[in-house]
């Protein structure tokens, strides 16, 4: 009679939370945070759930974590990334000594999720404890993630994970053997707020017993009190959108925890009574991986000042890598800081290797920071190039062309004439015609790339190329035909916006050089840059891309002088 009684009133519990659930009418945003959410609320109907369980043995906890744990890394599309073992195995150094001085002993596992909007850290029955990449971007210490590790350390030792588990079973009435199927999200939800407390205090208490300062867990939590507040704006690019489903997982996560502001006075009080003294916090390791992806953001948006700041981080962190060099690469080119773009793109491809793009770019940097010494700065490093170096002939004879000697250019033009229809010959032609153009030899530079265009026609960039080689020999018509018979290409489509904008503004038409000339400086900032665009192209067009710009200033002055009328 007792079991029908327990049964009867689970069944009404359930039953009044689907009516409350109802009336509350609460609408969701499809988002990470929907799971949280509904996880959320199914915890608060447990916890009041009147179940009593005898703990488990601690051979059956860990067969049910390392089951679980089996089962989240087989049905989770994990988002690829080559530095997850590389921050398991620091997850694992920092977290070892701190489940050292649990009171259960346990083989505890750590795991990186590599998520960009997992912001939260969650622990499985048995020792498994995961972080997720946003999380760890947060962080500006190794003291914060000490803090987060120990804090789920204390849910499996206190057996808040293995009390979940048994939970689930007792509502989903499912035996032992068949936990398991229980949806990793029950554990990545909040416990009770007691559970939670608890989990900070001791989670603490164990950062500090290792070395690591108590402010880590304070500083952990105002970052988690700003965020919630930063993130409450309209996401305005692909980006912010991304911050925005984060805020949106933040939202879920502060409606299943405390409230940081509790949490935050509760760690001060332990501070003071155990009398903890202030400790000097330490890096961040890995801090590196997610400056990566900051740097990359930065350069993505144009803000490539910012980009360079970032990359330069991450590579005092962590040296000769070559995400970051790339990056900081790209961005100092962007800013026409072609001697530092130069170096750094050596030292990228001295550390990943070189390819035909990365050679030509270095050598186009190497040609805008000193066509004298160019060749020879190139020459040099290619005599140490590892491979076959036989591509690189043609940026060395562009330079040596460049510096006056035009001996190697026509032997590398006669060489791929020689070849004419094999595949790499058109790309040559194509290679060698732009440093015919950057010297001022237009009508080869166009013959050239006549040619390249028939054999590849599928190459977007040789048409645009050839389309400004036209433009110098003033034939602008043909150049606007040119750009409009090549393959669509995203990636030029800025230049070719540009080179359309230049035509136009020469043939004199200044409206349509105008609308082009507008949605190319939005799309590629670097048109805005007088030395960059002076450095890669001809003196026509960087007098046209200012004499436009000075337009387009006239009119905008002009409108609103006509607006305040």
Sequence with gaps: MKRWIALTGIVLLGIAAVVVSQRRKVDVPASP???LYLVADTERELMRMPVSFVPLSDEEEIRIGDELARAYASREERETDPNTAAVEQYLARVGQPLAGRAHRRLPYKFHYIPSSYMINAFALPGGHVYVGAWLLSIMDSEDELAAVIGHEIEHIDHRHCAERAQQEQALRKLPLAALMEIPIEIFEAGYSKGQELEADREGTRLAVQAGY?????????ETFQRLYKEYQATANSPQQELSEVAMQTLE?????HPL???????????IASEGWTARPERDLAVAYVFLNVQAQNALTEHKYAQAEQIAKRSLKLQPNQPKALEVLAQAQFAQANFSAAAVSYRELMDVRGWTVELADTYALALAAANRTDAAAEFRRWMDSAKGNTYELRAPLAG?????????PEKDAIA???????EDWSPLWLGRLAW?????????????????????????????????????????????????????????VQPERRMMEAVAFWQAKQPDAALGDFRTATLTQLEWENPAWVKALYSPLVAQSVQEMKDEAERRRQKARVAANR
Aim: hydrophobic share 45%; net charge positive.
């Design 415 to 421: 060489a791929a004439h020689a070849k004419l229809g």
């Design 435 to 491: 440093w015919e153009y950057l010297a001022g030899n237009y009508q080869t530079a166009a013959d050239l790339l006549s040619e390249a265009t028939q054999q590849r026609p599928g190459d977007a960039r040789l048409w645009v190329r050839r389309a400004w080689a036209q433009i110098e020999i003033r034939r602008f018509s043909d150049a606007l035909q040119t750009a409009n018979f090549g393959p669509s290409d995203e990636s």
């Design 399 to 407: 330079l040596s062309l460049l510096a006056g000697n035009s001996a």
């Design 33 to 35: 945070a929907a799971i």
């Design 252 to 256: 879920g996560y502060f409606r299943s």
């Design 260 to 270: 940081p502001s509790e949490r935050i006075a509760q760690i001060q009080k332990l």
């Design 213 to 221: 300062s108590a402010n880590g867990a304070v500083r952990m939590f």
